[in-house]
């Protein structure tokens, strides 16, 4: 197996980096050798500490600006598996947003104070069971030996017929045998309201620490512009870590 490589790119200059890089960066990785390539704007001190981290390579590179279109590239020539940001300048999205609709590969954006929690200890797997949404519940079986409390959650945002909540509770009961097969003990819940909003309260409800969610880019380009998508709105309110995965990986 080859090395798993993440580039992070932070702007931050107080970033506890040690703690970024064992409770929401490394566990990323599936395998023991693990390289990560930190682009920022600076290199400080806190940062060159840690260069020594046992199976875990760092390697930090320092640009004039940490632009979407740096990142992107950087992550391709690199063949990263993995997308990490942390932003404290980007308040209007506009860095994750470019990243959400280009990126080829998964994005982990991580905001707001450090918890101590594990990455996957509470886990937020929000889905609507169609072809895309269960790219969020394959990435959660990949990694479900080291999840400790996943939480699926189905945010209804229209009016259901009988038959449609039948066909629900049928889903729910595949969903839960499935993980279960697969050694994940996942419940799964219903909200009902706005899409994204409805995320981030389950995360509050379960004191999430990770939401992970499915960036569609198959809706009809003219929706795309009109709407504010589901998975920026997450990314932009949420005080967890968010990981969005490309409909198309």
């Not at 390539?37 to 981290?53: G, M, T």
């Not at 999205?93 to 707001?112: A, E, F, T, Y």
């Not at 419940?187 to 389950?202: S, W």
């Amino acid at each position: 197996m080859g090395k798993d490589i993440i580039l992070y790119a932070t702007d931050s200059q107080g970033d506890d980096f040690s703690t970024i890089v064992s409770k929401k960066i490394a566990p990323l990785s599936q395998d023991e050798s693990l390289e990560i390539l930190c682009v920022s704007a600076s290199v400080s001190k806190r940062h060159l500490k840690d260069e020594d981290s046992g199976p875990v390579t760092i390697v930090h590179e320092k640009h004039d600006t940490v632009s979407a279109d740096l990142i992107l590239n950087r992550a391709a020539s690199a063949n990263a598996n993995f997308i990490a940001t942390r932003f404290d300048n980007d308040r209007n999205g506009n860095v994750s947003d470019k990243i959400l609709r280009k990126s080829q590969i998964p994005l982990i954006v991580i905001k707001g104070a450090i918890s101590p929690l594990s990455l996957w200890d509470h886990v937020i797997v929000a889905t609507n069971w169609d072809a895309v949404s269960h790219h969020a519940l394959d990435f959660i079986l990949k990694y479900g030996n080291r999840i400790r409390e996943p939480e699926i959650i189905h945010v209804i945002n229209q009016k259901l017929t009988v038959k449609d909540m039948r066909q629900l509770k049928e889903q729910l009961q595949r969903t839960r045998r499935m993980c279960l097969e697969a050694g994940i003990d996942a419940e799964a819940h219903i909200y009902a309201g706005d899409v994204g909003e409805e995320i981030l309260t389950a995360a509050q409800d379960y004191r999430g620490s990770l939401i992970v969610i499915t960036e569609n880019r198959k809706k009809p380009l003219l929706k795309r512009v009109l709407r504010r998508r589901i998975s920026f709105e997450v990314v932009q309110d949420s005080e967890i870590p968010v990981i969005v995965l490309p409909s198309n990986n």
